[in-house]
């Protein structure tokens, strides 16, 4: 069903990303998940206002207005209530993360399987490098003491540079979709045609090590590709329909658009590789989402996966937890 055809591949091959329409059904795999994360704020209201962050519950609202006015008025962003990965350091055993069915059943989506399936193989591994991305419009958002806004526009960055350096053994495959309609005003993703051809460039962090001062225009903490360092001229905004899916290779450089629209911005960011393969996120669990050859390995049960997650973290709460970043900004290119 979702198969690619010699034409996209060819595509995807040449240029490092492709964009397929109507991919993911917008009522079977998109809806539920809407309904899912409807119940997330829900309980993220209840706990904010029985701390007296904020001053209403805001109960009428909808998703999006809901979720803008709560992130405004406590002047805070909770997006890893709603995340279905962990933060990458400061895990505690009471760190939220919402790893729900209607998410299992997104990342287990049969015509998006089918699609991943034409790129990276039979053998699928879901990857647990994923995540819902919030964005509320930059207008509204809460900012950091610097004036940024908080989860804003994200940085040029190619996939392999926010993962560990054993990926880059890794055939990893990311997909992006909007969970709305995506475009150039609301912050849709922008890629460099052609950028995968060459190696992992140089990810500056975004504050320079030695004088703790922040990398002017970059959010604090975030890596980024100096533009000096790829065809930024080359960029390509890539709006997208609720359905659409964009496939970029580990090493496509890519960014996304602020949100300057007066509605929020969200999507899935999923990766799936080869089975056996390092992830870059060894210490985070994945699971097999299709394999001929031991089908009896394939992951079906939402509570369990759930669970793989659970402990995870529970696990990592006791220990002292690594920096998963791997560029220390001490390339000249980040000066
Ligand atoms: O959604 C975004 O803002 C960025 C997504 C991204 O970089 C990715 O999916 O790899
Ligand atoms: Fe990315």
Same mark, same amino acid.
């Given at each position: 069903?979702?198969?690619?055809?010699?034409?996209?591949?060819?595509?995807?091959?040449?240029?490092?990303?492709?964009?397929?329409?109507?991919?993911?059904?917008?009522?079977?795999?998109?809806?539920?998940?809407?309904?899912?994360?409807?119940?997330?704020?829900?309980?993220?209201?209840?706990?904010?206002?029985?701390?007296?962050?904020?001053?209403?519950?805001?109960?009428?609202?909808?998703? /999006?207005?809901?979720?803008?006015?709560?992130?405004?008025?406590?002047?805070?962003?909770?997006?890893?209530?709603?995340? =279905?990965?962990?933060?990458?350091?400061?895990?505690?055993?009471?760190?939220? =993360?919402?790893?729900?069915?209607?998410?299992?059943?997104?990342?287990?989506?049969?015509?998006?399987?089918?699609?991943?399936?034409?790129?990276?193989?039979?053998?699928?591994?879901?990857?647990?490098?994923?995540?819902?991305?919030?964005?509320?419009?930059?207008?509204?958002?809460?900012?950091?003491?610097?004036?940024?806004?908080?989860?804003?526009?994200?940085?040029?960055?190619?996939?392999?540079?926010?993962?560990?350096?054993?990926?880059?053994?890794?055939?990893?495959?990311?997909?992006?979709?909007?969970?709305?309609?995506?475009?150039?005003?609301?912050?849709?993703?922008?890629?460099?045609? !052609?950028?995968?051809?060459?190696?992992?460039?140089?990810?500056?962090?975004?504050?320079?090590?030695?004088?703790?001062?922040?990398?002017?225009?970059?959010?604090? /903490? !975030?890596?980024?590709?100096?533009?000096?360092? *790829?065809?930024?001229?080359?960029?390509?905004?890539?709006?997208?329909?609720?359905?659409?899916?964009?496939?970029?290779?580990?090493?496509?450089?890519?960014?996304?658009?602020?949100?300057?629209?007066?509605?929020?911005?969200?999507? =899935?960011?999923?990766?799936?590789?080869?089975? /056996?393969?390092?992830?870059?996120?060894?210490? *985070?669990?994945?699971?097999?989402?299709?394999?001929?050859?031991?089908?009896?390995?394939?992951?079906?049960?939402?509570?369990?996966?759930?669970?793989?997650?659970?402990?995870?973290?529970?696990?990592?709460?006791?220990?002292?937890?690594?920096? =998963?970043?791997?560029?220390?900004?001490?390339?000249?290119?980040?000066?």
């Amino acid at each position: 069903m979702g198969r690619l055809t010699k034409d996209q591949l060819n595509h995807f091959s040449e240029f490092g990303f492709l964009k397929v329409e109507n991919l993911i059904d917008p009522e079977k795999i998109i809806d539920p998940i809407i309904e899912e994360y409807h119940t997330v704020l829900g309980n993220l209201a209840d706990e904010l206002y029985a701390e007296g962050k904020i001053s209403s519950k805001y109960e009428d609202l909808e998703f /999006g207005e809901r979720v803008t006015k709560i992130y405004a008025e406590s002047g805070e962003v909770y997006n890893q209530y709603f995340d =279905f990965s962990l933060p990458q350091s400061g895990i505690k055993d009471d760190t939220p =993360f919402w790893a729900g069915p209607a998410v299992f059943n997104a990342l287990r989506c049969e015509s998006l399987l089918d699609a991943v399936e034409s790129i990276i193989g039979d053998e699928i591994f879901s990857n647990p490098i994923q995540h819902v991305r919030i964005k509320v419009p930059e207008a509204e958002a809460p900012r950091d003491e610097n004036g940024m806004v908080k989860f804003g526009a994200t940085p040029w960055h190619q996939d392999a540079g926010v993962a560990t350096e054993e990926v880059d053994n890794t055939n990893m495959l990311t997909v992006w979709f909007p969970l709305m309609d995506a475009s150039e005003e609301n912050g849709c993703l922008q890629v460099v045609p !052609g950028s995968h051809e060459g190696k992992v460039l140089t990810h500056c962090p975004g504050f320079n090590p030695k004088t703790g001062k922040l990398v002017q225009g970059l959010a604090a /903490g !975030g890596l980024q590709i100096p533009t000096t360092l *790829f065809q930024s001229e080359d960029a390509m905004p890539i709006p997208m329909k609720k359905g659409d899916a964009l496939f970029l290779t580990k090493k496509t450089v890519h960014s996304a658009l602020p949100n300057i629209s007066d509605k929020i911005r969200w999507s =899935f960011d999923l990766r799936y590789q080869p089975i /056996g393969e390092p992830t870059g996120r060894d210490i *985070f669990p994945g699971f097999v989402a299709r394999s001929k050859k031991h089908p009896e390995d394939i992951l079906f049960d939402p509570t369990i996966w759930h669970d793989l997650w659970e402990d995870a973290r529970n696990k990592l709460a006791k220990e002292e937890q690594f920096s =998963f970043n791997r560029w220390d900004g001490e390339d000249p290119a980040c000066a």
